[in-house]
């Protein structure tokens, strides 16, 4: 059968997270547009990945991400 790729997720993002702080940091700092969400007390990345996307934009968020939160790239 035909499975549809994946095209959205939410990644569950610290508690502690500013989410209009980081919203504006990816933009600001690397021009990477992605909605920031915060439910409750729970914050959450939410991004969308069509066919036009590049593993290479995947990948500057990912580094972006792990400098933004202070983490190691894999």
């Not at 959450?44 to 991400?65: C, G, H, T, V």
């Amino acid at each position: 059968g035909y499975t549809c790729p994946l095209q959205m997720v939410s990644l569950k993002l610290p508690s502690t997270c500013n989410e209009v702080e980081l919203h504006e940091w990816l933009w600001n700092r690397h021009r990477i547009e992605v909605p920031v969400h915060r439910i409750g007390e729970q914050a959450y990345l939410r991004p969308s990945f069509q066919i036009y996307n590049r593993q290479a934009e995947l990948e500057s968020l990912s580094q972006a991400l792990c400098t933004y939160f202070g983490l190691d790239m894999l």
